[in-house]
């Protein structure tokens, strides 16, 4: 084998050049790196990067070529109270590594030891980093760049999407592949969605703790290789590369105008608390990576064991190359960052910490669209509104607010115009626009929109936390039985719910979002954390779907796309013609019907649509403006429009008219 050269300190992590392959490892504090090369029986050797450049270790092996299996032993003080753990017994994943192999497992040679030193070596049982060729062809590929007034986004899990899918083949069922499948595409595009956000697709691992229960991490928020993509969802046909997979999907997806938003996790690590496994950071640079406190012990802003320091200069670097990764190599049009306010902690949050300053500044990433989750658990974490530009921000105000408006009865008229008009309160500030508001009604984290009409209670017992996890304030409303089965009546009123929650969603000023499943009636049975069920529970069931709620929601979709007030992505202003807020007598809400009047409510957008509602428990009659009013699919046939004057509208009913000539 040829010895390592100097090399170069640049680009990150393992770069191939067609003749050899270049290393870097960031490390601040360490006093020596071991390069570890694997052969394809296992056989390790061992070579010491040989030059340092500030705080980069690099080499250069000459010969060397995509497929080589390598990771990194590196020796400096073991100091917990110091912040320092290093532990060459452990072989450690790259934190650069495009591509990761094989699985974290509960095997006590992961274990460092809190305080005392672990000299169990990890070899035997840890994942391997991968050297990997960036030679895509991309041919013609662009974004589509949907502009922010025109974007309905899907949320949804690679796995879960496609896993039961008749129309998918069987053998690329819930991968990447299956994303970019016709059918898929055709799906997409009859729904009407612009922009795919997929849950975290990075190389993750299974805590320990839920491999004990026979569980696993689903959602993928246990993040150990940001730069990796995680070949568990790739389908591995015909010998396809798992990036090349994932890059074929992207590049359909895009060529029928749809984008693609990646869910990333650069709030915490999988290597959790003190007692957690050695994986890759913590043996790196410990002190570097994460927020420690005084004693040594990690500073737990995340509910995860650990936080991850964004403010150290090296560490920045590594988000941001990242994320310029993903954009450059994968063509990726943007992320979702979960608990964002980390990314913002100096360790007090500031919305002009340095990360958004050089993302504003990057000519690559301040053309993605990026989506900030603005909170964490930690002092002060609660960041709703505080996101610079070109942020928007999940808006959980709206959720709450939309939820008991239609289900609890609790929210005034007031409340519900604020937040249906893109909650300006919160957004309209340091030049944001009204996109600025991720309004959503659920999520992956919390119930369905089934289950939201049909639980008072969450049901998580298969987590095997006998019912303690996830939230309780889910300001939900069973219509009197809880589960899934009921009588008609209550069927029939719990659907006018979820038509009322879905036009609201989808008719509001502001980004709208819409977890998938929730268009055709998909039901976790209660379980509003089914973070660790990766079974038919969260698969969506495609073959018992409710294809009458889907036509609906593509209905409104496609209806939000023809009212200008909601493309412009434009503040509404008082008298602008954008929008009219009228009462049950289609004269202006009084001020006291503002306040307390009944939740009725009739909103003229554009001049020429109108959405009526009545969110009450009684039937009432609603006289409509002057004017020549239709009522429009999904609220009408198609061939058969209903002219009226007086809207009789049933309890938790909507309806949306347009107005003739």
Same mark, same amino acid.
């Given at each position: 084998?040829?010895?390592?050269?100097?090399?170069?300190?640049?680009?990150?992590?393992?770069?191939?050049?067609?003749?050899?392959?270049?290393?870097?490892?960031?490390?601040?504090?360490? %006093?020596?790196? %071991?390069?570890?090369?694997?052969?394809?029986?296992?056989?390790?050797?061992?070579?010491?990067?040989?030059?340092?450049?500030?705080?980069?270790?690099?080499?250069?092996?000459?010969?060397?070529?995509?497929?080589?299996?390598?990771?990194?032993?590196?020796?400096?003080?073991?100091?917990?109270?110091?912040?320092?753990?290093?532990?060459?017994?452990?072989?450690?994943? #790259?934190?650069?590594?495009?591509?990761?192999?094989?699985?974290?497992?509960?095997?006590?040679?992961?274990?460092?030891?809190?305080?005392?030193?672990?000299?169990?070596?990890?070899?035997?049982?840890?994942?391997?980093?991968?050297?990997?060729?960036?030679?895509?062809?991309?041919?013609? #590929?662009?974004?589509?760049?949907?502009?922010?007034?025109?974007?309905?986004?899907?949320?949804?899990?690679?796995?879960?999407?496609?896993?039961?899918?008749?129309?998918?083949?069987?053998?690329?069922?819930?991968?990447?592949?299956?994303?970019?499948?016709?059918? =898929?595409?055709?799906?997409?595009?009859?729904?009407?969605?612009?922009?795919?956000?997929?849950?975290?697709?990075?190389?993750?691992?299974?805590?320990?703790?839920?491999?004990?229960?026979?569980?696993?991490?689903?959602?993928?928020?246990? @993040?150990?290789?940001?730069?990796?993509?995680?070949?568990?969802?790739?389908?591995?046909?015909?010998?396809?590369?798992?990036?090349?997979?994932?890059?074929?999907?992207?590049?359909?997806?895009?060529?029928?105008?749809?984008?693609?938003?990646? #869910?990333?996790?650069?709030?915490?690590?999988?290597?959790?608390?003190?007692?957690?496994?050695?994986?890759?950071?913590?043996?790196?640079?410990?002190?570097?990576?994460?927020?420690?406190?005084?004693?040594?012990?990690?500073?737990?802003?995340?509910?995860?064991?650990?936080?991850?320091?964004?403010?150290?200069?090296?560490?920045?670097?590594?988000?941001?190359?990242?994320?310029?990764?993903?954009?450059?190599?994968?063509?990726?049009?943007?992320?979702?960052?979960?608990?964002?306010?980390?990314?913002?902690?100096?360790?007090?949050?500031?919305?002009?910490?340095?990360?958004? &300053?050089?993302?504003?500044?990057? @000519?690559?990433?301040?053309?993605?669209?990026?989506?900030?989750?603005?909170?964490?658990?930690?002092?002060?974490?609660?960041?709703?509104?505080?996101?610079?530009?070109?942020?928007?921000?999940?808006?959980?105000?709206?959720? #709450?607010? =939309?939820?008991?408006?239609?289900?609890?009865?609790?929210?005034?008229?007031?409340?519900?115009?604020?937040?249906?008009?893109?909650?300006?309160?919160?957004?309209?500030?340091?030049?944001?626009?009204?996109?600025?508001?991720?309004?959503?009604?659920?999520?992956?984290?919390?119930?369905?929109?089934?289950?939201?009409?049909?639980?008072?209670?969450?049901?998580?017992?298969?987590?095997?936390?006998?019912?303690?996890?996830?939230?309780?304030?889910?300001?939900?409303?069973?219509?009197?039985?809880?589960?899934?089965?009921?009588?008609?009546?209550?069927?029939?009123?719990?659907?006018?719910?979820?038509?009322?929650?879905?036009?609201?969603?989808?008719?509001?000023?502001?980004?709208? =979002?819409?977890?998938?499943?929730?268009?055709?009636?998909?039901?976790?049975?209660?379980?509003?954390?089914?973070?660790?069920?990766?079974?038919?529970?969260?698969?969506?069931?495609?073959?018992?779907?409710?294809?009458?709620?889907?036509?609906?929601?593509?209905?409104?979709?496609?209806?939000?796309?023809?009212?200008?007030?909601?493309?412009?992505?434009?503040? /509404?202003?008082?008298?602008?013609?954008?929008?009219? /807020?009228?009462?049950?007598?289609?004269?202006?809400?009084?001020?006291?019907?503002?306040?307390?009047? &009944?939740?009725?409510?009739?909103?003229?957008?554009?001049?020429?649509?109108?959405?009526? =509602?009545?969110?009450?428990?009684?039937?009432?009659?609603?006289?409509? @403006?002057?004017?020549?009013?239709?009522?429009?699919?999904?609220?009408?046939?198609?061939?058969?429009?209903?002219?009226?004057?007086?809207?009789?509208?049933?309890?938790?009913?909507?309806?949306?008219?347009?107005?003739?000539?």
């Amino acid at each position: 084998m040829s010895q390592l050269q100097p090399g170069k300190s640049t680009p990150t992590g393992a770069t191939y050049d067609g003749k050899g392959v270049n290393f870097t490892l960031f490390s601040q504090h360490a %006093e020596r790196v %071991e390069l570890c090369l694997f052969d394809e029986r296992g056989i390790e050797t061992r070579m010491d990067l040989p030059a340092r450049t500030g705080d980069i270790w690099h080499g250069y092996l000459p010969a060397a070529k995509p497929g080589q299996l390598y990771g990194y032993r590196v020796h400096g003080p073991w100091q917990p109270e110091a912040g320092h753990r290093f532990n060459p017994h452990k072989l450690l994943i #790259d934190p650069c590594a495009r591509e990761v192999i094989g699985e974290v497992t509960d095997d006590p040679r992961f274990q460092c030891g809190p305080q005392v030193l672990d000299t169990r070596d990890s070899a035997a049982v840890a994942p391997r980093s991968v050297v990997v060729a960036d030679d895509f062809d991309w041919e013609d #590929d662009k974004s589509p760049r949907v502009p922010w007034g025109s974007t309905v986004i899907y949320e949804a899990h690679v796995r879960g999407l496609t896993k039961r899918h008749p129309g998918i083949p069987k053998e690329i069922q819930g991968t990447y592949a299956a994303l970019g499948h016709p059918v =898929m595409i055709d799906y997409f595009k009859r729904l009407g969605i612009t922009t795919l956000e997929l849950l975290p697709v990075a190389f993750f691992a299974h805590e320990p703790r839920l491999l004990r229960l026979g569980l696993t991490n689903y959602w993928g928020y246990n @993040p150990l290789a940001p730069y990796a993509l995680d070949s568990r969802y790739a389908s591995g046909v015909n010998g396809v590369h798992p990036r090349d997979e994932f890059q074929q999907a992207v590049k359909a997806l895009h060529a029928a105008g749809i984008e693609v938003v990646l #869910d990333v996790v650069f709030n915490h690590t999988a290597e959790l608390d003190e007692t957690g496994p050695m994986l890759s950071k913590r043996g790196v640079d410990n002190k570097s990576f994460y927020w420690l406190d005084e004693q040594g012990k990690y500073e737990n802003w995340t509910g995860c064991g650990n936080t991850l320091n964004i403010s150290h200069p090296n560490v920045l670097d590594w988000t941001l190359e990242c994320l310029r990764y993903w954009v450059e190599v994968c063509h990726v049009d943007g992320f979702r960052f979960d608990l964002a306010t980390v990314l913002g902690r100096t360790p007090e949050y500031h919305p002009h910490a340095s990360i958004f &300053e050089a993302m504003q500044e990057d @000519p690559l990433l301040s053309q993605c669209k990026l989506i900030a989750e603005p909170w964490d658990i930690g002092p002060d974490g609660y960041q709703v509104g505080n996101f610079p530009p070109p942020f928007a921000e999940w808006n959980d105000q709206y959720r #709450d607010t =939309m939820r008991r408006f239609w289900l609890n009865g609790d929210s005034s008229n007031a409340e519900f115009a604020k937040r249906f008009a893109g909650s300006s309160d919160i957004f309209n500030q340091q030049g944001r626009l009204p996109s600025a508001s991720i309004n959503l009604i659920t999520a992956h984290d919390g119930f369905t929109l089934t289950d939201l009409v049909c639980f008072n209670e969450k049901h998580n017992e298969a987590n095997g936390e006998d019912n303690r996890d996830g939230h309780n304030g889910n300001y939900s409303y069973n219509h009197g039985v809880e589960g899934l089965n009921a009588p008609l009546l209550v069927a029939e009123h719990r659907l006018r719910s979820v038509h009322g929650l879905l036009t609201t969603l989808l008719l509001s000023q502001g980004t709208p =979002m819409l977890l998938a499943g929730d268009e055709h009636g998909h039901t976790q049975h209660g379980n509003n954390n089914a973070y660790c069920q990766d079974n038919e529970l969260t698969w969506l069931d495609w073959e018992n779907n409710n294809s009458g709620l889907f036509t609906f929601t593509a209905a409104l979709i496609h209806l939000r796309k023809r009212i200008p007030a909601l493309q412009a992505d434009r503040w /509404w202003q008082i008298d602008d013609g954008n929008v009219e /807020w009228l009462g049950p007598d289609g004269q202006p809400l009084s001020a006291d019907a503002w306040h307390h009047g &009944e939740r009725r409510m009739q909103i003229r957008l554009s001049q020429h649509w109108l959405i009526v =509602m009545n969110a009450t428990e009684e039937v009432c009659d609603i006289t409509l @403006p002057p004017g020549r009013w239709h009522a429009i699919p999904p609220f009408a046939g198609e061939n058969n429009p209903i002219l009226l004057t007086v809207w009789h509208g049933a309890a938790h009913g909507v309806c949306v008219f347009q107005e003739q000539p």
